[in-house]
């Protein structure tokens, strides 16, 4: 099955009893036991496992090429699993522009649980070098937040293989519409369901899904199932349901993304424009070589400094002013003035989740605040 076909029938079940073309939300906490104390129905507790949630992993599963999934309340319960399933000591190697939800987790909950080493992994050589014997984990996200960046993830998997250590990639930027990382020899595939996958901004998820039914992944199945990060079954519900037009939401953001970085990068009050599609890009070629299409979110320098940034985003009428990404509305964020102190991101940087508004709107409200 082509993906069109997949996030539409993958997750969706036929009700036995009602004959519900749509699968029903399942709210109850608990299912009844056979006579002999077995589970007639396949389910025992909501906890460990509900209808709504196995229909969100089977459909994940199936757009991402994977054996398996499981699926969390946000994306920072999903990569948390990751981290552990990992045993104390462990050392993890990240990208030195880690979304700084998940870098702050594994500084602010994991010091002296785990040791880990933030560097720049389009730098093959230096990833090389700093794999030392306790290296368990490389956690790669690309295209990379907020500037764009890319790694290589097949030459990464190739490290990974060698040295034996567990490769994950957060594709919460792509979307398996634009990247499909296990296909490119990643272990584990991440994703925030609260972006893309849900697309609507009104539910947080996360989910991670594998390669292979490992003993690595049976200690995830130990951390969702005991560790009880679980998504509720009407966000289960939801996420399925956004699901479903992936495909073609994937499409308009990819459209509208590129005809608004095509206008950014000639615009004069511009510095820079960070998109994979442009030519420009340091790494277009990596990525036409590993994406199936370039994505929906870009940035860009504007020139005048912080100031001029922070005026822009206050004087435009369509674009929302906020964080997060992947929604069917235009998002525009000041990201220096989120991620803290510690951050490498420019003052004068705007981060744009491009929405499927109509493309001529969109560029009118950015030319007139420019
Ligand atoms: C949002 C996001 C996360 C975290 O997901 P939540 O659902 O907010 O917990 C992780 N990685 C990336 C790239 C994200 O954009």
Not at 88 to 100: A, F, T, V
Request: glycine residues 8%.
């Amino acid at each position: 099955m082509n993906i069109e076909t997949k996030a539409i029938h993958a997750g969706n079940k036929i009700d036995s009893d009602t004959k519900a073309a749509i699968q029903p939300i399942t709210l109850s906490s608990t299912f009844e036991r056979g006579e002999n104390g077995d589970y007639p129905g396949g389910y025992i507790y909501s906890r460990s496992d509900n209808p709504n949630r196995k229909s969100l992993e089977n459909v994940v599963t199936a757009l991402e090429n994977g054996a398996d999934a499981c699926a969390f309340a946000t994306g920072n319960a999903a990569g948390m699993s990751v981290f552990q399933a990992l045993e104390p000591g462990s050392h993890i190697i990240g990208p030195d522009d880690m979304y700084h939800g998940l870098r702050n987790q594994l500084k602010l909950m994991f010091k002296g649980i785990l040791t880990f080493d933030f560097i720049d992994l389009t730098d093959i050589e230096l990833i090389f070098n700093t794999i030392k014997r306790e290296t368990k984990l490389i956690w790669a996200e690309t295209p990379s937040n907020p500037l764009l960046k890319l790694c290589d993830i097949e030459a990464i998997a190739h490290i990974a293989k060698e040295h034996q250590l567990i490769f994950a990639v957060d594709n919460t930027f792509a979307s398996p519409m634009c990247q499909q990382p296990i296909s490119l020899g990643a272990d584990i595939v991440m994703h925030s369901t609260t972006k893309y996958l849900n697309g609507h901004s009104d539910v947080t998820g996360g989910i991670l899904v594998t390669k292979e039914k490992d003993s690595f992944w049976e200690k995830i199945k130990i951390v969702q199932g005991y560790g009880g990060a679980v998504p509720s079954p009407f966000d289960c519900y939801l996420v399925t349901r956004g699901i479903k037009t992936l495909p073609y939401r994937m499409r308009g953001h990819v459209a509208n993304a590129q005809a608004l970085a095509d206008f950014l990068e000639a615009h004069e009050s511009v510095e820079a424009v960070f998109y994979p599609g442009l030519k420009s890009h340091p790494q277009h070629d990596l990525a036409s070589k590993q994406m199936l299409s370039y994505g929906g979110m870009l940035s860009f320098l504007v020139k005048g400094g912080e100031d001029k940034a922070k005026e822009i985003v206050n004087n435009l009428k369509i674009f929302t002013q906020a964080t997060s990404l992947g929604g069917v509305e235009s998002l525009i964020e000041h990201r220096y003035s989120v991620e803290g102190p510690d951050t490498k991101t420019p003052k004068n940087l705007l981060r744009v989740s491009v929405g499927l508004e109509h493309i001529d709107d969109l560029i009118s409200d950015l030319e007139s605040v420019l």
